[in-house]
């Protein structure tokens, strides 16, 4: 797939993969569990690719250097993280070679997420568009809880799930600051931005897929094992 893109601009991606998979386990960093005999952060930037990126930055442990460059052998730039996901995010992007325009942000931990979603994504930041995501209407009831009590009953109309890869000019990515600040989702940044009026331009999803789930906990490799069987016998 390629010109996925807006025209003229020069799309990167910051993979991060620096995290330590405390709650899969296992030891190992979750970024280098392997899923049907391939990484996860492998997985990762070959969907990038696929979706027509061609600059990639892989973000790692600080001590993981060599295992990293050993499972990705290819042309991924590698810089070490930091302590926590947007200190990983701030130093992928001081990596990123200057000509990059437009930047997606990719968690390794959603491998599978297809490159049509990716594609979709990076489309959609054109225009008055500073942001965008992959997203899924949520399934689940909502509710809202104090401790042990459930207290309310959240209205799921309107309520979407986000996904990564999060896409932004560089411009804004960089305004916004993810200098010091501390977030889960780059996305929620830039709409802080423009709800105190210090930044004009839309923020936007595209469908997102089931396959891009957030391998986080032991059952999610299941999961993760079947998708990688499926894209196994379909090729
Ligand atoms: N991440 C990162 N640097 C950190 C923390 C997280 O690059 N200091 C990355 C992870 O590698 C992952 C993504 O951010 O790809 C989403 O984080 P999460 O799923 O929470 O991964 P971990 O932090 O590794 O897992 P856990 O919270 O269970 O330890
Ligand atoms: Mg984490």
């Known amino acids: 797939m390629t010109a996925a893109h807006p025209a003229g601009a020069q799309v990167g991606a910051v993979v991060v993969a620096a995290g330590r998979g405390e709650r899969l386990g296992g030891g190992v960093p979750k970024a280098l569990v ?46 070490p993280g930091g302590e926590d996901r947007s200190a990983s995010v ?13 930047v997606a942000v990719h968690d390794a931990a959603r491998a599978f997420t297809p490159p049509e979603v990716i594609a979709a994504a990076i ?11 992959p997203a899924l209407p949520v399934a689940d009831t909502l509710k809202r809880v104090d401790g042990d009590d459930v207290v309310a009953t959240l209205d799921r109309a309107g309520v979407v799930a986000v996904q990564t890869p ?6 804004v990515i960089r305004a916004v600051g993810v200098a010091g600040a501390s977030a889960t989702d780059d996305l929620g940044l830039v709409e802080a931005r423009l709800a105190a009026g210090e930044l004009d331009g839309r923020v936007v999803w595209v469908p997102g897929s089931p396959r891009a789930l957030k391998v986080t906990y032991p059952d999610d490799l299941v999961i993760a094992e079947a998708l990688a069987r499926g894209e196994a016998s379909a090729t």
Do not use: K, N
Not at 56 to 78: G, K, M, Q, R, Y
Not at 90 to 102: N, Q
Not at 123 to 133: L, N, P, S
């Open 34 to 79: 392997e899923v049907g005999g391939r990484t996860l952060v492998a997985r990762a930037v070959d969907g990038l690719r696929r979706a027509g990126v061609a600059t990639i930055v892989v973000v790692h442990p600080p001590s993981e250097a060599d295992a990293f460059a050993a499972v990705l052998h290819d042309t991924s730039i590698l810089a």
């Open 166 to 171: 999060q896409v932004f000019p560089r411009a």
């Open 90 to 102: 701030r130093a992928g992007l001081d990596a990123l070679p200057p000509d990059v325009t437009l």
């Open 123 to 133: 489309r959609a930041v054109t225009g008055d568009v500073v942001a965008a995501a």
